[in-house]
């Protein structure tokens, strides 16, 4: 799987869009850019994923560049209970078997009041 | 819809003992995996399975054991417990499509020290 690079930590005004970028210039095309977030001491929640185009949906907004070598996930009105840690993955859907995603340090998002 | 659970929430074991940690999920999914996460650290695979009766080692399988003889369940062995397992075990489970995994559901964790 394709290596990827995180800030340790950001803020971000409540109301506000969160903009966590990812840097995955490895990737290679049959992976997959994933995001999840994990809330303090909770189990990791989906948020999520995309190979090429940018996707969409109820919780997030994902941006891969052209180039697939990074991306954006977007928060579009950030709120309190969006402080977690936000985790960027990069995921081969082929090969020998389903294997697990491989989960770094994260973003630590701090969202201000 | 329950989602993912797991028993206990918090365990205490002395070095040596053995114990199962339970996961089970209601939403029938094929792929079943076990995390562990040290404190400021990210998630580290155990084992996975794509199905009853199919096991797989994840990154980190050395002193668990896993079986999988239903869908619904996949519980995890500590065969001798050591201090270095003193971690938060979580459960997941997906749907497969293929080969890929599409969206995990998380269980609550399970706390465990090792003394």
């Known amino acids: 799987d394709a290596k990827t690079t995180q800030p340790t930590s950001m803020d971000c005004a409540e109301g506000r869009a969160a903009n966590l970028p990812c840097n995955h210039s490895t990737i290679s095309g049959n992976e997959y850019v994933y995001w999840y977030r994990q809330i303090h001491s909770q189990g990791p929640q989906y948020i999520i994923h995309?190979?090429?185009n940018n996707e969409t949906n109820e919780m997030a907004s994902l941006i891969i560049t052209e180039d697939r070598k990074s991306s954006t996930l977007i928060l579009p009105h950030a709120t309190l209970r969006d402080t977690a840690v936000y985790y960027c993955i990069v995921r081969v859907i082929s090969g020998g078997g389903a294997d697990g995603l491989t989960f770094g340090k994260g973003t630590h998002l701090i969202i201000q009041p | 819809n329950a989602g993912v659970t797991q028993t206990p929430k918090f365990q205490v074991l002395k070095t040596g003992q053995s114990m199962t940690l339970q996961c089970a999920q209601d939403m029938n999914h094929e792929y079943m995996s076990w995390y562990r996460q040290d404190p400021g650290m990210g998630l580290r695979l155990i084992h996975y399975?794509?199905?009853?009766?199919?096991?797989d080692q994840g990154e980190v399988p050395n002193g668990y054991n896993v079986s999988r003889s239903t869908t619904e369940d996949f519980p995890l062995r500590l065969l001798s417990a050591a201090p270095s397992q003193t971690s938060v075990y979580f459960c997941?489970?997906?749907?497969?499509?293929?080969?890929?995994?599409?969206?995990?559901?998380f269980g609550p964790g399970t706390r465990l020290t090792v003394t």
């Open positions: 997941a489970s997906s749907f497969l499509m293929g080969l890929r995994i599409v969206e995990q559901y």
């Open positions: 399975s794509v199905g009853a009766g199919i096991t």
């Open positions: 995309g190979l090429k």
